[in-house]
């Protein structure tokens, strides 16, 4: 497993997590995620941030992931920052 694709995974989520934090507490968005706004519903905005990514990257530091899924990962978390990112500049 390649320790940069690793951590570049890491760097997408908390960019992921800040414009999450950023679009609906600022800018009056909404959580698309259906599973990730259950979470927000019941352990709030912060709560249910934190949850989701303690749930989601965890695994990635127990079980070594061979170095495709991690770009796909990459490219995933790289549409959901960017998607993030849009939707601010446009509410701005």
């Known amino acids: 497993m390649n320790n940069y694709l690793l951590w570049t995974v890491v760097a ?3 960019i992921d997590v800040i414009s999450t934090y950023l679009a609906i507490k600022q800018y009056g968005g909404r959580e698309a995620n259906p599973i990730v706004k259950w979470l ?3 352990l709030g905005l912060i709560g249910g941030i934190i949850a989701i ?3 989601a990257l965890s695994p990635l530091f127990l079980i070594p992931f061979p170095d495709w899924l991690l770009g796909v990962l990459i490219g995933w978390y790289l549409f ?3 998607n993030n990112v849009s939707h601010i500049i446009q509410k701005r």
Do not use: E, F, Y
Request: net charge positive.
């Open 12 to 14: 997408l989520n908390v």
């Open 40 to 42: 927000m519903d019941r």
């Open 53 to 55: 990514k303690a749930a």
């Open 80 to 82: 959901v920052a960017v």
